[in-house]
């Protein structure tokens, strides 16, 4: 009882001081003013927070719809790219019917239109297929005693006839009724039309990575197939070397432009790069004269250097692709002198040496004059480089495989007499050709 009664004498006396009391008997303490500020500053902090919260919803919600309408544009375009590119190839294989009424003639009309250097190489090509075996075929290909009258020549040393080998092969392989029920001319002049195809299919996605839109593309291949006359000569001269490089060179030049362009993961650029030693191998095995459509694109790559427009690591790594490109073929040829006695071999050489001597730095300057005069330093070095490894290799490679090409230059500049007069080869004097110089 005493207990009992105590308890509330000592709790009046607490309430009267409060202060005797320890912290849990005290009760709450009134809240301090920093305590009331930072309680304020959390509770107006919340509804931002919210908001924020609420807009990067917003946000990666509208991002997620953006991808998908980009994915569905990029879908469209190539669709609109293959689609133009088989109508292109139904087309140019329709204007060859038109011209020859070719499904009307027998096999030998059609083998006979095929005119002066085109009947040659297709000629490469139905050897390979009529051979009996494998090794007859390279045999025939490897000492052929036709070609050249009084001599035997290796022709795939040569000439570039390695399409028409591999043309062969595959004829040779998918000769079965299930997989292909087609004479040999048809499969030859099918895959002609298809390259063509892919070519239509690469300018439209060039001009759609240079412009960001593919309406550009449809365009570009509009002013393409109306200027057909002036820009390709495929329907009547289907086996023509061109016919079989002119599509990797357009889709090359694809794969370069999407290698230049900024904002490229390391992976995507290792797969342009192998994309673009892909088109430069075949572009070059396929045509004789593809090193000098390689010597002004190396030009290209150089001046866009000198003028820092694009990296030198980049420049430095589309030459050497060209480099090994083009020995490769040489390898692929028997060693044939053209290659490494041509001036696209001394250029990049040269052009990697320069590259070497600039290093990192390349030509920055502190002033415009001092990058002026490095840039016209170093393109003069360059230029004499060149000239020196190109007399080094005719040093070492005494044969002149070129020497009719350099000929024909220096009477079409003047430089000699007329060319009509010497006429070496013959198929260097006609029209079509002299129309080019």
Known sequence: FARCHSLPMMSMRNRKNPDKLGPKEAGPKPKSAAGTASHGRESKSRPSQRSSESSANQTGAESGRWSVWISIYCIVGLLIAVVLGWRYAVF????????????????????????????????????????????????????????????????????NIHQ???????????????????????????????????????IFCTVWAITGGWAGGALSVVFYVANRHDTTRIWFTMPLRESFSMPFIMAQLLFVTLYFQRKRSS?????????????????????????????????????????????????????????LCLSAVCILQFGNTLIPRSLVISFILASLMVFTIQGEKGLRSRSFIGCFFKMIGY???????????????????????????????RAKLG??????????PDEMCIGSVALLF
């Open 164 to 202: 028409e080998v591999l043309l062969g092969l595959l004829f040779r392989v998918l000769r079965v009724p299930l997989l292909l029920n087609t004479e040999p001319v048809y499969f030859y002049l099918n895959t002609v039309w298809s390259l063509h195809g892919m070519y239509i299919v690469a």
């Open 415 to 424: 430089l000699s007499q007329p060319f009509e007069d010497r006429c070496v």
């Open 92 to 159: 140019v294989s329709e204007l060859h019917e038109n011209n020859m009424y070719f499904s009307r003639i027998e096999t030998v009309e059609r083998e006979i239109s095929f005119r002066t250097e085109s009947g040659l190489f297709y000629s490469y090509f139905k050897q390979f297929v009529q051979a009996r075996s494998l090794s007859q075929a390279f045999h025939q290909l490897m000492h052929d005693n036709i070609t050249e009258h009084g001599y035997t020549i290796n022709v795939m040393e040569r000439m």
């Open 379 to 409: 393109t003069v070095l360059m230029f004499a480089l060149a000239a020196g490894v190109n007399i080094v290799i005719k040093m070492l490679v005494a044969e002149e495989a070129d020497g009719h090409i350099y000929n024909f230059v």
């Open 267 to 323: 992976s995507s650029q290792n797969l342009l790069l192998a994309a673009i030693g892909i088109c430069t191998f075949c572009l070059s095995v396929t045509w004789q004269f593809a090193q000098f459509v390689l010597l002004l694109q190396a030009f290209a790559l150089y001046s866009s250097q000198a003028l820092q427009m694009v990296p030198t690591h980049k420049v430095r790594n589309i030459m050497l692709i060209q480099l």
